[in-house]
């Protein structure tokens, strides 16, 4: 498992202040950059990582550290800074140093920690026989707690489970590898739109941690338990039961309203994406999305002609963004999907490549047949 500590800034994270942060750990510590350098890792003797650092993001969308955190920014209602730090729970003094590397940031930049109370400055000093932990088997899937030949088993004890860059990062190898991505976590937490809409795709998974039958599909409330490398459904006389925690959370007298759409398009000189969901968005909310991006913390403002961008230079390949809506409308929230549809075979486009490149209209020919 690993425990998460953010440092929410109004000052970008500057070299120097990383550089402050890392020293958390004394100058014994290693330190190596992995992920094509999008993740800082600290690491103990035998380099054992304890400590993982994000790059920090820009948010510009308002109302997100509430709505993901429970805490105010350090600004009102301006851009900040989004610093996340994933410390091992296998070694006890590896949230200590998480915690002491978002507090000098704070200390320099000015900002906020969550959890309340984690930051410190103090240095803290690892153990000699840190190299002694295991690390979980697996390359390429540094923040997965457990991986089989079936899943990557993600153990988080956030009360609002968010589908952040790292956990997006975790989605995409477990595809790429043919696995199912598995989230376990206390019955307290719950998901964010985005975050239950991949869970909901088979064969993935919400697993909920409960007293009484051990485990439990957070979305179906069928028991699980572990089983050839998976968490699976515990079946007596052919089908799955229910835990009793779930049924009565059904009983509560919460409700929520799921839209679920498609649209199909040819991809024209002049498409926009985006649109769809920005009318549907204004009919059930009065407003439309107020920003949009590839994860959480949405850290975009909304903008249909940069996200239809993004899915031209992505394109054969499908694109999955996130929109929010205004502070005030917290709750509402979409995850989005920009796939590639068979459509009849279009005439050769009269476009041509430019010194050994596709032009941007090129570019735009090859990508018709979007939905």
């Given at each position: 498992?690993?425990?998460?500590?953010?440092?929410?800034?109004?000052?970008?994270?500057?070299?120097?202040?990383?550089?402050?942060?890392?020293y958390a750990g004394g100058p014994g510590m290693e330190v190596a950059s992995v992920a094509e350098g999008a993740v800082v890792q600290l690491s103990g003797v035998g380099g054992?990582?304890?400590?993982?650092?994000?790059?920090?993001?820009?948010?510009?969308?308002?109302?997100?550290?509430?709505?993901?955190?429970?805490?105010q920014p350090p600004v009102d209602e301006g851009p900040f800074w989004w610093t996340e730090t994933r410390a091992s729970t296998a070694v006890p003094e590896a949230a200590r140093l998480a915690g002491s590397f978002c507090g000098r940031l704070n200390l320099?930049?000015?900002?906020?920690?969550?959890?309340?109370?984690?930051a410190t400055t103090e240095v803290v000093e690892t153990p000699s026989d840190v190299c002694a932990v295991p690390v979980p088997e697996g390359t390429g899937m540094p923040a997965v707690d457990v991986l089989t030949h079936r899943s990557?088993?993600?153990?988080?004890?956030?009360?609002?489970?968010?589908?952040?860059?790292?956990?997006?990062?975790?989605?995409?190898?477990?595809?790429?590898?043919?696995?199912?991505?598995?989230?376990?976590s206390p019955a307290t937490a719950r998901l964010t739109a985005p975050a239950r809409a991949v869970l909901a795709q088979p064969p993935n998974r919400w697993v909920v941690q409960d007293p009484g039958c051990g485990y439990y599909d957070g979305l179906t409330g069928a028991v699980l338990s572990w089983q050839d490398g998976t968490f699976a459904p515990v079946l007596t006389d052919g089908s799955a039961g229910r835990a009793e925690t779930f049924t009565a959370h059904m009983q509560d007298d919460g409700r929520r309203l799921i839209v679920a759409f498609r649209?199909?398009?040819?991809?024209?000189?002049?498409?926009?994406?985006?649109?769809?969901?920005?009318?549907?968005?204004?009919?059930?909310?009065?407003?439309?999305?107020?920003?949009?991006?590839?994860?959480?913390?949405?850290?975009?403002?909304?903008s249909p002609r940069q996200l239809t961008e993004l899915a031209r230079d992505r394109a054969p390949e499908p694109t999955q963004f996130v929109a929010v809506g205004s502070p005030d409308r917290?709750?509402?929230?979409?995850?989005?999907?920009?796939?590639?549809?068979?459509?009849?075979?279009?005439?050769?486009?009269?476009?041509?490549?430019?010194?050994?490149?596709f032009s941007r209209r090129s570019r735009s020919c090859r990508s018709r047949a979007w939905t």
């Open positions: 498992m690993t425990k998460d500590v953010i440092s929410l800034t109004p000052l970008m994270p500057d070299p120097w202040a990383l550089l402050a942060g890392l054992r990582p304890l400590v993982s650092v994000e790059a920090p993001i820009l948010v510009q969308v308002p109302g997100e550290a509430s709505r993901l955190l429970g805490i320099l930049l000015g900002g906020v920690t969550w959890p309340p109370g984690a990557a088993v993600v153990l988080t004890d956030r009360p609002v489970i968010a589908l952040t860059p790292w956990l997006s990062d975790v989605f995409r190898s477990a595809v790429a590898t043919e696995r199912s991505l598995q989230i376990v649209t199909l398009r040819s991809a024209a000189e002049d498409l926009v994406l985006g649109q769809s969901l920005e009318a549907a968005w204004q009919i059930l909310t009065g407003t439309a999305p107020v920003g949009w991006g590839t994860a959480e913390p949405v850290n975009l403002p909304w917290s709750w509402s929230a979409a995850w989005v999907s920009v796939s590639w549809g068979r459509f009849p075979r279009l005439p050769p486009c009269s476009c041509t490549p430019r010194s050994g490149r």
